[in-house]
C-alpha cells in the first residue's frame, strides 16, 4: 500500500515540474517551445483528411453549394426603396410620383418570411455552423456516419481531449490563477514606484500566459505598432470571457467591470492591489454619470494602463459586430479599436450565456482541440469635429467589422433578452408611407388625428 | 454522427409532409431545427408569441397579417405540419418536376401563391377585396404615418385600377391580372442556400 503511494506521488512530481519547467517558465519568458505549433500542424492534417473522407462519402448525395458564413437563406440586399421599385417596374400602371400598388406587399412578405425561417439577430447568438466537421460531437450538425475510420479517429481524438488535454489544461489554468492572486498580493506590498509597476506587468501577463497555454491557445497578432498606449481606451468586439486572456497575452490592461463575489471577487481585489482596475459595485454601474466619471479620471492619469472596454454589451457569436453602446465613446478618450476572430475549425469559443453557464463552458473550452485566433491592432480613432458619440461608434464599429471580416449589424446585442422598441417599426413605416404618399406630403401626415 | 437520420425518425409523418410541400430532406431538417429554436418553452407548437419575438418581423408594416397567416381563425397554436406547410408556398417553383395532370396543383405554383396573398387583403373572406379590406390592410401597414384623407385617396385609385367589372372590389381573377407581369416566382420565394 505505502509503496504504490510512494510511487503516485513521485510521478506526480514529475508530471509537476515537467509542467512547471516546459510550461511556466517559458511563459514567463514569453518564450514558445514550438509544442503548440506542431500540435496545431498534425490537428489540421488530420482535419483535412477527416473532411476529405467525409466529401468522398458524401458524393452519392447531390452536392449542395458551399455556403456563407452568414446564412441559409439566400436574400436581396437591396433598400425597401429599390426591391419596391423593382416589383412596381413591372406594373403596367406608369408611376410619375409616389402610390401604392398592390404588388408592394410582396416585398414585405417576402421579408416577413425571410425572418421567419432566418432572423439576423438570433443567428448571432448561437454558434457559427462549420463547412466541414471538426470530429466534435457538438459541432455535429448534418454530417452523417461515413466510415469506421473516421470514427476511429474521433474516437482517438476523444480520448486525447478528455483524458490528456483536460487535466492537463485544468492544472494549467489552476496554477496560472493562483500565480495570479499570489503575484499581485506580494507587488501590492510594494510601495509605489515604477519598479511595482513593471513587477505587476510582469506578474499579469505570465498569468495570462499561462492561461492561454491552458487553452492550447495559439493567437497571432497583427500591427502591432498600434497597440494601445497609456490613457487611452482599448474597444474590441466581444465573443467569451477568454477575449481577456487573448488580449492580455500582448499587453497590460486595466479591466472594467462589476464587483464579483466568491473566486471572481477574489481575483478582482488581488489585482487591485498591483494596478489599478476600474470596478464598480452593481449600485455604481446605474448610474451613468458616476460611471462616466470614474473612467474619465483613470484616463487622465497618464501612468494608469489603457482600459479595456467591450462596447456591445453581451457575446456574439464572432460572425458579426452589433451596436455599441455610446458609452465609452463619450468619455473623450483615444480609442484604440482591436478586431478579435477566432478560427471556429478548432474550437468554438462563443459563449452561450443562456445555454451554458460559466464552469461549464470552460469545460467545452478546455476539451476543444485548440483556440486559434487572429488580432489585428487599428490605428487609433479620435472624436470628429461635429460626430456625436453614436456616429463615433458606428465608424469604429464599421472598422473592426471590416478588418476582422465580420458582418457590420446595427442590431443591439441587448435584443437577446429584450423586445424590440417601437420606435424602429415607426421607421420601416415612416419609410414606406413615405414612398406611397410622397415625402412632401409628411408635414399635414405628422400628428395624432 | 448518424444525426440526418435520426433527426428525420423523430419527426413523424414527414415522408407524407416531404410529399406534399416539396421540400427536401435537408431543408426539412432545417426548418425543424428552426421551429425548435423559436419554440423555446418546448411544447412542440409555436403561439403568436413566440413569432413576436422574432426582431425582424416586429418591425415589419405587415408584421401581425404575417403572424396571423400561420394561424387558423380560432386557433391559438400552429404545430410543425401547418408551420412547413405555409412556408411551402414559398419555395421556388421546380421546373425540373414533370407535370403529371393527376397530381394536384403543387402548393408553391403561381396561382397558389397569388392565392395566398389574396386571402391576406381580403379581410372579410368573401372572395373580393373590398375597400374596407383595403382600407384596413393599409392603416395597419401605416398606422399613424399617413392621414384618413390620404388613405381614402389611395384605396380608390387602387380599385379604380385593378376593377374591372366595376364592381367597386378586386376579385382574384381581376388581382391576378393586375399582377400578371410581376415575377412572382422570383419576389414570393425563399431560396435555401443550402
Redesign the interface.
Known amino acids: 500500500m505505502e509503496g504504490a503511494w510512494d510511487i503516485a506521488s513521485v510521478l506526480f512530481q514529475v508530471w509537476l515540474s515537467m509542467v512547471v519547467v516546459l510550461i511556466m517558465l517559458p511563459a514567463m519568458f514569453g518564450v514558445s517551445l514550438g509544442f503548440t505549433d506542431l500540435y496545431i500542424k498534425v490537428l489540421v492534417k488530420t482535419l483535412e483528411w477527416a473532411t476529405r473522407r467525409i466529401q468522398r462519402g458524401q458524393n452519392e448525395q447531390p452536392t449542395l453549394p458551399s455556403q456563407s458564413a452568414n446564412g441559409i437563406i439566400e436574400k436581396d440586399d437591396g433598400s425597401m426603396e429599390e426591391e419596391i421599385g423593382e416589383l412596381r417596374r413591372s406594373h403596367p400602371k406608369s408611376l410619375a410620383g409616389a402610390d401604392f400598388t398592390l404588388c408592394d406587399v410582396f416585398y414585405f412578405w417576402k421579408k416577413g418570411i425571410e425572418n421567419i425561417v432566418e432572423d439576423q439577430v438570433t443567428q448571432r447568438f448561437t454558434s457559427e455552423e462549420l463547412v466541414s466537421w471538426n470530429l466534435l460531437t457538438r459541432t455535429n450538425n448534418n454530417f452523417c456516419y461515413i466510415s469506421v475510420r473516421v470514427t476511429i479517429i474521433w474516437g482517438l481524438g476523444v480520448f486525447i481531449r478528455y483524458c490528456i488535454l483536460l487535466p492537463l489544461r485544468i492544472t494549467l489554468a489552476a496554477i496560472g490563477l493562483s500565480w495570479l492572486v499570489i503575484g499581485t498580493t506580494l507587488v501590492g506590498f510594494l510601495p509605489n514606484s515604477n519598479v511595482k509597476n513593471s513587477l505587476s506587468d510582469l506578474v499579469h501577463i505570465t498569468c495570462y500566459r499561462i492561461c492561454a497555454r491552458g487553452l492550447s491557445a495559439t493567437i497571432r497578432y497583427h500591427n502591432k505598432e498600434n497597440r494601445p498606449q497609456k490613457g487611452g481606451i482599448c474597444v474590441a468586439n466581444h465573443t467569451s470571457p477568454i477575449d481577456i486572456v487573448i488580449l492580455a497575452n500582448d499587453g497590460c490592461y486595466a479591466m472594467v467591470g462589476q464587483v464579483h463575489g466568491g473566486l471572481m471577487g477574489v481575483i478582482q481585489r488581488s489585482m487591485v492591489r498591483s494596478c489599478p482596475h476600474v470596478w464598480f459595485e452593481r449600485s455604481e454601474m446605474k448610474d451613468r454619470n458616476t460611471v462616466a466619471k470614474r473612467l474619465k479620471d483613470h484616463i487622465a492619469d497618464k501612468t494608469k494602463l489603457p482600459i479595456l472596454i467591450f462596447p456591445e454589451g453581451t457575446c456574439i457569436n464572432n460572425t458579426s459586430v452589433m451596436m455599441f453602446k455610446k458609452g465609452s465613446f463619450e468619455i473623450g478618450g483615444t480609442i484604440y479599436p482591436v478586431a478579435i476572430k477566432y478560427d471556429p475549425q478548432f474550437g468554438d469559443a462563443f459563449w452561450n450565456s443562456a445555454k451554458y453557464n460559466m464552469v461549464s463552458y470552460l469545460l467545452r473550452m478546455m476539451t476543444s482541440w485548440a483556440i486559434v485566433c487572429n488580432v489585428w491592432y487599428l490605428p487609433p480613432m479620435n472624436l470628429k469635429n461635429g460626430e456625436d458619440a453614436v456616429l463615433f461608434a458606428n465608424r469604429v464599429k464599421s472598422a473592426i467589422a471590416n478588418q476582422g471580416g465580420l458582418v457590420d449589424l446595427s442590431w443591439d446585442g441587448g435584443l437577446k433578452r429584450a423586445k424590440v422598441k417601437d420606435s424602429y417599426k415607426e421607421e420601416q413605416q415612416k419609410m414606406y408611407s413615405s414612398m406611397i404618399v410622397g415625402s412632401d406630403c409628411h408635414e399635414n401626415s405628422v400628428g395624432p388625428t | ?5 435520426s433527426t428525420l425518425i423523430k419527426i413523424p409523418n414527414v415522408e407524407e409532409l416531404m410529399q406534399e410541400t416539396g421540400f427536401s430532406t ?1 431543408h426539412i ?3 425543424h431545427d ?1 421551429f425548435k ?2 419554440d423555446k418553452e418546448r411544447r412542440g407548437y409555436l403561439c403568436p408569441r413566440d ?1 413576436e ?11 401581425d397579417r ?1 403572424i396571423g397567416a400561420f394561424f387558423s381563425p380560432g386557433r391559438e397554436t400552429v404545430d410543425f405540419y401547418t408551420f412547413v406547410r405555409i ?1 411551402a408556398h ?1 419555395r421556388p417553383a421546380d421546373n425540373s418536376r414533370p407535370k403529371e395532370s393527376s397530381s394536384p396543383e403543387p402548393i408553391n405554383s403561381r396561382t397558389n401563391k397569388l392565392k395566398f ?1 389574396f386571402q ?2 381580403d379581410l372579410d373572406k368573401d372572395g373580393k377585396i373590398s375597400r374596407i379590406d383595403l382600407l384596413k ?2 392603416r395597419g ?8 384623407e ?1 388613405l381614402d385617396s ?1 384605396v380608390d ?2 380599385i379604380q ?2 376593377d374591372l367589372d366595376g364592381d367597386d372590389a ?1 376579385s382574384f381573377e381581376e ?1 391576378r391580372k ?2 400578371e ?4 416566382d422570383h ?8
Not at chain 2, 55 to 63: R, S, V
Not at chain 2, 141 to 148: A, D, I, P, S
Not at chain 2, 181 to 184: D, H, L, Q, S, T
Open positions: 454522427m448518424g444525426s440526418t437520420n435537408a431538417i432545417r426548418l428552426r429554436e423559436l413569432f419575438a422574432i426582431k425582424g418581423l416586429a418591425i415589419n408594416p405587415i408584421g404575417i412556408l414559398f396573398v391576406l387583403y390592410v393599409l401597414m401605416l398606422e399613424m404615418q399617413v392621414t384618413e390620404q389611395i385609385r387602387t385600377e385593378a378586386i388581382f393586375s399582377l407581369k410581376v415575377n412572382i419576389k414570393m420565394s425563399i431560396r435555401f442556400l443550402r
